[in-house]
Nanobody
Framework: QVQIVESGGGLVQPGGSLRLSCVASGMAFSSLAMAWFRQGPGKEREVVAWVSHNGASTNYRDIMKGRVTISRDNAKDTVSVYLEMNNLKPEDTAVYYC?????????WGQGTQVTVSS
């Protein structure tokens, strides 16, 4: 059974930091690039950053470039993907999700809510 579980979100003040985690299991995630996405209030889901299957290569969209770092750990049956976020801004408020980078997404997890507010 394919499962993705995100965690680590919360309420943080502008300029604060959070570290998001995602555990993906149930298929060969370790052979796939993985990405973090976010969906803000009233907005469409958008990609934030992605990491190659072995963690050697990363890419970031301008929306959070310079403020986030994506990384991953591949275990035998699961993949953990992390998103270190710094200098958070109110416009970063969103539900954050991770998923594979492929022609078709795996079933989405519940996401983790990040709220940036003073």
């Amino acid at each position: 059974q394919v499962q993705i579980v995100e965690s680590g979100g919360g309420l943080v003040q502008p300029g604060g930091s959070l570290r998001l985690s995602c555990v993906a299991s149930g298929m060969a995630f370790s052979s796939l690039a993985m990405a973090w996405f976010r969906q803000g209030p009233g907005k469409e889901r958008e990609v934030v950053a992605w990491v190659s299957h072995n963690g050697a290569s990363t890419n970031y969209r301008d929306i959070m470039k310079g403020r986030v770092t994506i990384s991953r750990d591949n275990a035998k049956d699961t993949v953990s993907v992390y998103l270190e976020m710094n200098n958070l801004k109110p416009e970063d408020t969103a539900v954050y999700y991770c998923n594979r980078v492929a022609a078709h997404f795996a079933p989405w997890g519940q996401g983790t809510q990040v709220t940036v507010s003073s």
